[in-house]
């Protein structure tokens, strides 16, 4: 079973901005000559590296609550030009949409097994995953999604 990942997304309003992010590393990837993918950087080196690369996800805090993820391609540790230790997050270029989970805000970022993850947004009914993201923000806060 996979282990994953969850972090705030400081500085996003919502899923479209994390895409527009997403996108523009996508691009700079393929300017360098690389497969398209994205990263993100934090300061603490996950040790359960393995786990997380057997099929993790990193999941998204937008505003609160949960909101969607993007598949774990690598982990790679470095040192920047002050001589802190670092860790890059390789993602996967899709952004995937799950259903909205509110979740409390923490510093870092923490592992989140995979009983606790929501559900993807495309797994759900029709209807449901047609539905502006507003309306399904205030479903989920109100417990009826």
Not at 122 to 130: K, R, V
Request: hydrophobic share 40%; net charge negative; charged share 25%.
């Amino acid at each position: 079973m996979p282990l994953h990942m969850i972090k705030l997304c400081v500085g996003a309003d919502s899923v479209d901005d994390l895409r527009e992010w997403v996108a523009e590393r996508c691009f700079q990837a393929i300017g360098a000559g690389l497969e398209p993918h994205s990263y993100h950087i934090t300061r603490m080196v996950p040790k359960r590296v393995d786990e997380l690369l057997d099929g993790g996800s990193l999941y998204w805090v937008i505003k609160g609550q949960v909101q969607a993820r993007q598949k774990l391609l690598g982990i790679e540790t470095f040192t920047d030009n002050e001589g802190i230790s670092r860790c890059k997050l390789l993602l996967a270029p899709e952004v995937v949409e799950t259903v909205v989970q509110p979740k409390r805000a923490f510093q870092g970022w923490r592992y989140y097994p995979q009983e606790d993850v929501p559900r993807d947004l495309s797994s759900l009914d029709a209807g449901i995953a047609e539905m502006p993201a507003d309306l399904r923000r205030e479903l989920a806060e109100l417990g009826l999604l």
